[in-house]
């Protein structure tokens, strides 16, 4: 039961991250892998502010979700210089900027120590330490995500998006501010992410660079890949089904210390077979005019 | 009133001059084409004119308003619209959705935020009326990708129409279209033209332009070498110089 909860927890705040990031990877086709990085903003944002400086569950989801989203400046930045292949080399190499950043201010970060003692959140008068009590707040914070998100796939937004993805002239000559729409997908999936990383240091209470790596990357990488890049209800399915797929390697009698890089094996494995078979309808064709 | 004055344009890639001082105006309602040898710089012509490529000199006024170095988005919504040499349809949306995508161009984002709002079931029932234009009806659910050459080249016309340009830049829109399909391609032309756009159209088969261009241009290595009738232009010994003066064969 318990277990079950915990499960649930973690496809929440999932749910949440991978459908920011389908936003400007899946409708954009931008190749964004900074997402985790801006997820890790938003964690150490929480983490920190709700340790050193006691701010509450409002402030800090806000402000995680704030501080996030200054970063996809960053992330904009990077594609107005770069486009395609090397866009996506210029978000690889802003993250392991932060990465490194996290590690090395330790003054701030305190490093590979990581910051511990993250409290649960107080409001309403209701224990949050209690995990199904955490599950519905998350949960809620979830189907806001879902409807907000939903609402930009589907509107004039979403189409602008779709279609500087498919033919960036073709875009312009209909009038579309094509540099504005692929800033506003880093600023919305940027907020996404910091808020999934607000609600994760919450719930694990103790966050480390460990747990923002390249390899939390291609995870949520493979969840939008299978779940069909550019879709709504596929994502948070897939989030789901990827999330529990590796469980039941917990029932097979093997130590932790291989259970884990089984595990990473497993979702590389996945996306490179999704790549492979579907790689088609994933990357932008280039044109010329 | 002169819709485009283009006045000694130049534009070169490197050390490659591409366009060498091109000078035409093209008055309102205007029907105009362009021919010329494969490569003599109508496409870069048009390019400059919709923004992609910023001019080394000389100057290009719409309306009235100088353009010569604004973005492509602002000089679309002045009413500058492109159709492209090779097919510029958004092929992962639905056909109903190309056409839906330019009409919001001109709406404020705010109408048509909820997908589920009311502008957008109008949108809709207006898509399908400019889709019934071009017998594209029954097709309005389908993937854009899965039309033909000539319904894509129709397709992308018509958007443009939807969205609301004045001044239409063809680019070859025949290029890619079977010949039975040619026919229904300048029908459409012919229903901007009673619209009362202003039409420039690339193109390499001067009969087809013959049908309702009152002028053409014709352009060799970056330049503007005749710019007369169609009865003229045809029995000018210039022509004649510009496809087969240098070995090169005519094409169409
Ligand atoms: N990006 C580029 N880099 C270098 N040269 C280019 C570039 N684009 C076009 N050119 C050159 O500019 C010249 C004009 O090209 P353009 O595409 O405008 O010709 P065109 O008249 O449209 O030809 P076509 O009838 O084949 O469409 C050509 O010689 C071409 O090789
Ligand atoms: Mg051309």
Known sequence: MDYGIHLLILICIYTILAQGLNIPFGVGHLFNLAHVAVYAVGAYTTALFSTELGIGFWGCIYSSMAIAGLFSLFIGGISLKLSHDYFAIGTIAFSS??????????????????????????????????????????????VIVQFVLYVFLRNSYGRTLRAQSEYEQGALSLAKNTVRARTVSFLISSCAAGLAGSFYAYYINYIDPSSFSLVEMIFVLTIVVVGKPGSFWGITASTAFLVLLPEPLRFIDIPPSILGPMRQMLYSLILFGVVWWKKETLFPVERTV | ???????????????????????????????????????????????????????????????????????PYRRAELGIGRVFQNFAV??????????????????????????????????????????????????????????????????EIIRTLAFGAELFLLD??????????????????????KEGKTI??????????????KRI????????????????????????????????????
């Open chain 2, 90 to 155: 958004f092929k992962e949306m639905t056909v109903s959705e190309n056409i839906v995508t330019a009409l919001e161009s001109r709406m404020s984002p705010w109408k048509t935020f909820f997908p589920w709002s009311k502008q957008n079931k109008i949108n809709k029932q207006k898509a399908l009326e400019y889709l019934k234009e071009v017998g594209l009806e029954e097709k309005a659910e389908d993937k854009a990708g899965s039309l033909s050459g000539g319904q894509m080249r129709l397709l």
């Open chain 2, 1 to 71: 009133m002169t819709m485009l004055q283009v006045s000694d344009l130049t534009f070169k890639i490197g050390s490659t001059q591409i366009l060498n001082g091109v000078d035409f105006t093209i008055e309102a309602g205007e029907t105009v084409g362009i021919i010329g040898p494969n490569g003599s710089g109508k496409t870069t012509l048009f390019n400059c004119l919709s923004g992609f490529h910023i001019p080394s000199g000389g100057a290009i006024v719409y309306q009235d308003k100088s353009i010569t170095k604004m973005k």
């Open chain 2, 200 to 213: 420039i159209v690339i193109e390499h088969d001067i009969n087809f332009i013959h049908k309702f261009c």
């Open chain 1, 97 to 142: 900027v932060i990465s490194a950043l996290l590690i090395n201010w330790k003054s701030v970060t305190r490093g590979v120590l990581g910051i511990p003692g993250i409290p649960r959140p107080e409001l309403f008068g209701i224990d949050f330490y209690e995990n199904s009590n955490f599950l519905v707040l998350v949960a809620v914070a979830m």
């Open chain 2, 172 to 193: 070859e829109p025949t290029a890619g279209v079977s010949p039975k399909m040619k026919e229904d391609v300048a029908n459409l032309i012919k229903l901007l033209m």
């Open chain 2, 217 to 252: 241009i014709v352009l060799d290595v970056g330049r503007v070498v005749l710019d007369d009738t169609p009865e003229n232009i045809r029995t000018s010994p210039v022509l004649q110089e510009v496809y087969f003066g240098n070995g090169k064969a005519a094409n169409g």
